[in-house]
């Protein structure tokens, strides 16, 4: 059996619940893992949740996990795509494939599955820390997280059920520049927007860069198609809105502290035919430039000739 990658306990809920939901145990055979889930609003498995669980079970089969003298080989991208919506009931099977280790890099493909059925396929690449030339482009000049308000104190301002869990389980702390869109519109179309985030609680000092990486990866599923939905004139809230992430690709450029505040700086640069384009460039609070992302997601509302869904279930009606 393969060890799987050891990700510490946060002592602090609800940051506490995804350390330990992140911690995959042994699976049936060589390079299979299984992962449970955290119960999410949409009433399908959180899709960040499977793209960071499906990195670590990626780097439980690096070649310095089973020779520790070996050098540590970090995540430096993946692409994913979202094949089926999964059950947070039921638990996830990750099979990896090695498909290559070089001398700095290896690559790794990751299959989530539930009853023996595909939900995402992942392909993530991995690199010795090495020297090369330092080059980024500079973080926007934008309020600090203290000047602006917590969606945290926004859901504690709604009675409502949605809002209460939210508030309740959340493990990261977001603050809007521009303002949210959790309960209406923006005030104006726009296809940017500006948030600071970290994590609700202290990070294990032995956690690893891989956790840090993967829990990046883990929160930021819960922004990207954002600044799509304020291109559309949309909310969270919007009545009978189907949404879905289709695929994501993520890049890491320099090390992450999911503890520190991060700015994230995003657009879409693109909506057609009930898919949306979301981008977005990650800073740490010192202004690098820590990761860049990328996704196209699916968003349609109900029109004349075609009615939505209407099951992301987020209402907060007050």
């Not at 050098?71 to 919506?85: D, E, K, N, Q």
């Not at 090495?130 to 504690?156: H, K, N, Y």
């Not at 992302?293 to 349609?300: K, L, P």
Request: proline content about 7%; overall charge negative.
């Amino acid at each position: 059996m393969t060890t799987p990658y050891p990700v510490p306990s946060a002592s602090e809920e609800p940051l506490g619940s995804l350390t330990r939901i992140l911690a995959l145990a042994e699976g049936d055979g060589i390079d299979s893992f299984l992962g449970d889930s955290l119960p999410h609003l949409s009433g399908r498995i959180y899709g960040g949740q499977v793209i960071a669980q499906g990195l670590l079970a990626a780097a439980a089969t690096l070649p310095e996990a089973a020779d520790e003298s070996l050098p540590v080989r970090l995540p430096h991208s993946l692409h994913a795509y979202f094949i089926r919506g999964g059950d947070p009931k039921q638990p996830v099977v990750y099979e990896v494939e090695r498909l290559h280790d070089g001398r700095s890099f290896s690559q790794r493909r990751t299959t989530a599955l539930q009853g023996g059925r595909a939900i995402l396929a992942m392909i993530s690449s991995f690199q010795i820390d090495q020297e090369g030339t330092q080059a980024q482009i500079a973080a926007p000049s934008v309020p600090g997280p203290d000047e602006l308000v917590s969606a945290l104190e926004i859901f504690r301002t709604v009675d409502d059920p949605a809002a209460k869990f939210l508030g309740r389980t959340a493990p990261f702390d977001i603050r809007h520049v521009e303002g949210n869109i959790y309960l209406s519109p923006g005030p104006e179309i726009t296809n940017r927007q500006c948030l600071w985030l970290r994590s609700r609680g202290r990070i294990p000092a032995e956690a690893s860069q891989t956790v840090h990486r993967a829990l990046l990866a883990y929160v930021c599923d819960q922004v990207m198609l954002e600044p799509a939905l304020r291109s559309q004139g949309l909310s969270w809230r919007s009545e009978g809105m189907s949404l879905a992430t289709l695929d994501h690709a993520q890049w890491f450029h320099r090390d992450v502290d999911a503890s520190d505040w991060l700015l994230f700086v995003q657009d879409s640069p693109t909506s057609q035919g009930g898919r949306a384009g979301a981008r977005a460039e990650v800073f740490d609070s010192a202004g690098r430039l820590v990761s860049t992302i990328a996704q196209e997601g699916m968003i349609r509302m109900p029109t004349a000739t075609s009615r939505g869904s209407g099951d992301w279930a987020v209402r907060f009606d007050a």
